[in-house]
């Protein structure tokens, strides 16, 4: 309702205390006004805290509680502890742990103080994610059945560490090892791989699994490997006749050496393959020989016989003289008979008067033999053009491997 003023000395004065009243009224509505269609925050009602205990996640409506002690930002971005502490109530899933800094929030109908921790993977309320490289521990592990045979998700215990293995820090963990389907994992002692930390979705629990591919062929695989006498991968053993002993859980122990697989009965022997010949050939080359203590005879040599003096018989009472007869044997081919010729001197003791003699033939024969060491020398044995097939040596070897449990399953 309008108030009427009379233009008097006294409601002038009464105007000027009813309009200083009004402003003083508007001046005091005002901050309520912005703060309703503005939302700003009142003193106090947006605070940054620390932790001063651990405070559990939330559970379905139950909250649980701990003590915050209120920190004061400077203008250069360093947080000091004001010694001034509330009770806070953990509004999120995941659990604070002593000494974190979070956000504190002041609910308007109970004036209590809340705060909440982001939770892992970011689930639709923009969180993040605990992504570490981690290093194995030991050899992967798996439940009853491998992966690829429908048994569940395999795991290895692991410790955090920096990306080149070292700076381990920590106490052990399990790490779920997740692979296509009809794969199994390989993961052994020493390992470095990434891992995340996820979020269950029925009961909000975390844990981690690796994100890198940890992925290998099912147990069991055979395959062929190339090379000179190639070592297998890790998880791989040579099917050689002898299981891989260093794991707790081997190979099959099947002999594939020199053998081709076969398609037949189970419990029959695996075909073999037989070395091909090497082929034989002459070389048209020089050939060198050697020969020691090569004995040698020679027939026919050049030799004298003795000179023989046959006396002469007579019907004179004196001598009759003396013949010699003197042979030799003379140089021929040693392919024809020996020849002698045979010269007859006769000595005149006071007659003269010859003799005849004839030689029906005959001949002689020298045998000398001689004992030497032959000297090294080379015969060349001349060829006709011809070719050769040699036979190449393998330098590189075509290996069967198998995929072995290389797991701490035992």
């Given at each position: 309702?309008?108030?009427?003023?009379?233009?008097?000395?006294?409601?002038?004065?009464?105007?000027?205390?009813?309009?200083?009243?009004?402003?003083?009224q508007l001046q005091a509505l005002a901050p309520s006004i912005i703060r309703a269609s503005r939302r700003t925050p009142m003193r106090d009602d947006l605070l940054i805290g620390k932790a001063t205990e651990a405070v559990a996640g939330r559970s379905g409506a139950?909250?649980?509680?701990?003590?915050?002690?209120?920190?004061?930002?400077?203008?250069?971005?360093?947080?000091?502890?004001?010694?001034?502490?509330?009770?806070?109530?953990?509004?999120?899933?995941?659990?604070?742990?002593?000494?974190?800094?979070?956000?504190?929030?002041?609910?308007?109908?109970?004036?209590?103080?809340?705060?909440?921790?982001?939770?892992?993977?970011?689930?639709?309320?923009?969180?993040?994610?605990?992504?570490?490289?981690?290093?194995?521990?030991?050899?992967?592990?798996?439940?009853?059945?491998?992966?690829?045979?429908?048994?569940?998700?395999?795991?290895?215990?692991?410790?955090?560490?920096?990306?080149?293995?070292?700076?381990?820090?920590?106490?052990?963990?399990?790490?779920?090892?997740?692979?296509?389907?009809?794969?199994?994992?390989?993961?052994?002692?020493?390992?470095?791989?990434?891992?995340?930390?996820?979020?269950?979705?029925?009961?909000?629990?975390?844990?981690?699994?690796?994100?890198?591919?940890?992925?290998?062929?099912?147990?069991?695989?055979?395959?062929?490997?190339?090379?000179?006498?190639?070592?297998?991968?890790?998880?791989?053993?040579?099917?050689?006749?002898?299981?891989?002993?260093?794991?707790?859980?081997?190979g099959t122990s099947i002999n594939m050496a020199g053998r081709v697989p076969l398609a037949g009965t189970p419990g029959t022997a695996a075909g073999t393959v037989s070395p091909s010949a090497t082929t034989s050939s002459t070389t048209p080359d020089t050939v060198t020989t050697s020969s020691v203590a090569a004995?040698?005879?020679?027939?026919?040599?050049?030799?004298?016989?003795?000179?023989?003096?046959?006396?002469?018989?007579?019907?004179?009472?004196?001598?009759?003289?003396?013949?010699?007869?003197?042979?030799?044997?003379?140089?021929?081919?040693?392919?024809?008979?020996?020849?002698?010729?045979?010269?007859?001197?006769?000595?005149?003791?006071?007659?003269?008067?010859?003799?005849?003699?004839?030689?029906?033939?005959?001949?002689?024969?020298?045998?000398?033999?001689?004992?030497?060491?032959?000297?090294?020398?080379?015969?060349?044995?001349?060829?006709?053009?011809?070719?050769?097939?040699?036979?190449?040596?393998?330098?590189?070897?075509?290996?069967?491997?198998?995929?072995?449990?290389?797991?701490?399953?035992?």
């Amino acid at each position: 309702m309008a108030t009427s003023y009379t233009l008097t000395k006294s409601a002038l004065e009464q105007l000027r205390k009813d309009h200083h009243q009004l402003r003083t009224q508007l001046q005091a509505l005002a901050p309520s006004i912005i703060r309703a269609s503005r939302r700003t925050p009142m003193r106090d009602d947006l605070l940054i805290g620390k932790a001063t205990e651990a405070v559990a996640g939330r559970s379905g409506a139950n909250l649980s509680s701990g003590s915050f002690t209120v920190q004061e930002l400077s203008g250069a971005g360093v947080l000091t502890d004001t010694a001034r502490s509330h009770t806070v109530f953990n509004i999120g899933e995941e659990d604070i742990s002593s000494g974190d800094y979070f956000p504190l929030e002041r609910d308007y109908k109970s004036s209590r103080w809340v705060a909440r921790k982001p939770a892992a993977g970011g689930g639709g309320g923009g969180g993040t994610a605990d992504v570490v490289y981690v290093k194995a521990q030991e050899y992967w592990q798996h439940g009853v059945n491998y992966p690829s045979a429908g048994g569940g998700m395999g795991w290895v215990g692991v410790k955090k560490c920096d990306r080149d293995g070292t700076g381990e820090t920590g106490a052990e963990f399990d790490v779920y090892l997740p692979v296509p389907e009809n794969t199994d994992p390989n993961v052994i002692t020493g390992q470095v791989f990434a891992a995340v930390e996820i979020t269950d979705q029925s009961d909000s629990a975390t844990s981690y699994a690796a994100v890198s591919d940890v992925s290998d062929a099912p147990i069991g695989t055979v395959r062929m490997i190339t090379g000179n006498a190639p070592t297998a991968a890790q998880g791989w053993a040579a099917m050689d006749g002898a299981q891989d002993d260093t794991k707790t859980a081997s190979g099959t122990s099947i002999n594939m050496a020199g053998r081709v697989p076969l398609a037949g009965t189970p419990g029959t022997a695996a075909g073999t393959v037989s070395p091909s010949a090497t082929t034989s050939s002459t070389t048209p080359d020089t050939v060198t020989t050697s020969s020691v203590a090569a004995a040698v005879s020679i027939s026919g040599a050049s030799a004298n016989t003795s000179t023989v003096e046959t006396g002469i018989e007579s019907t004179d009472s004196e001598s009759a003289g003396t013949i010699t007869a003197t042979s030799e044997s003379l140089n021929h081919d040693s392919a024809g008979p020996d020849m002698t010729d045979v010269v007859t001197e006769v000595t005149d003791d006071g007659f003269d008067h010859t003799h005849s003699l004839t030689d029906p033939g005959h001949q002689h024969e020298v045998t000398v033999s001689v004992t030497g060491t032959a000297d090294a020398h080379t015969h060349t044995v001349p060829g006709d053009p011809h070719t050769h097939d040699i036979e190449h040596q393998a330098t590189m070897t075509l290996s069967f491997i198998e995929r072995i449990d290389n797991s701490n399953y035992a």
